[in-house]
């Protein structure tokens, strides 16, 4: 197990940097260094007044499968998302007053929130998952609109496949 720094609850108290035996918590780019981090010791995560520290897995398990009725039941979901939110940029094009574009635009946020946070738990925005190697591939195989990324993509799964 090693230690992870979650930089947006880190309030830069530095307590961290004084209970870790190694020296691991005390680097340039705000992550821990898990090259010295010891599996047995938490004593930064105790000492953290914000919780920003955590103890994780250093090899994460493989993806586990998932039944087609599942990613069925998910594509719906975010198709549905999809339409909610292109009725939300609708509404934000030719809105009927401020306060409704002002409510569109967050109800956009929401809807494009929750459809990253289930993606998110599926599996698809995990680097390891083959579900978001399979999304990579899918998206550089089929049609795509003239702004699509598509040597950032190919560039993207490369990284992820080797
Ligand atoms: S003890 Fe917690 S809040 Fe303080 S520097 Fe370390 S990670 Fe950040
Ligand atoms: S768990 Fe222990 S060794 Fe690892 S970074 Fe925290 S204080 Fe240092």
């Keep these: 197990m090693k230690a992870v720094r979650n930089i947006r ?4 108290d530095c307590l961290c940097l004084f209970v870790c035996p190694t020296g691991a918590t005390n680097t340039d780019d705000g992550q821990i260094d898990a090259s010295k981090c010891l599996d047995a ?3 930064c995560v105790d000492a953290c ?3 920003a520290i955590s103890k994780v897995p250093f090899n994460f398990p493989p993806q586990q499968p998932k039944q087609e009725a599942v990613c069925a039941a998910l594509r719906a979901l ?8 292109a009725a939300m940029d609708a509404v934000i094009g030719s809105p009927a007053s401020p306060v409704e574009a002002q409510l569109a635009r967050a109800l956009k946020e929401s809807i494009r929130i929750v459809a990253e946070d289930m993606l998110r738990e599926s599996g698809y925005m995990l680097p390891q998952s083959e579900q978001a ?7 550089l195989e089929s049609e795509q609109d003239a702004d699509f990324p598509k040597d950032a993509a190919e560039e993207l799964l490369r990284m992820l496949e080797s």
Excluded at 9 to 12: D, E, H, I, Y
Excluded at 134 to 139: D, H, Q, Y
């Design 78 to 85: 975010l198709a549905s998302k999809a339409n909610q939110e």
């Design 49 to 51: 007044p914000s919780g």
């Design 9 to 12: 609850l880190c309030t830069k």
């Design 41 to 43: 010791c938490r004593a």
């Design 133 to 139: 190697r399979a999304a990579l591939r899918g998206m």
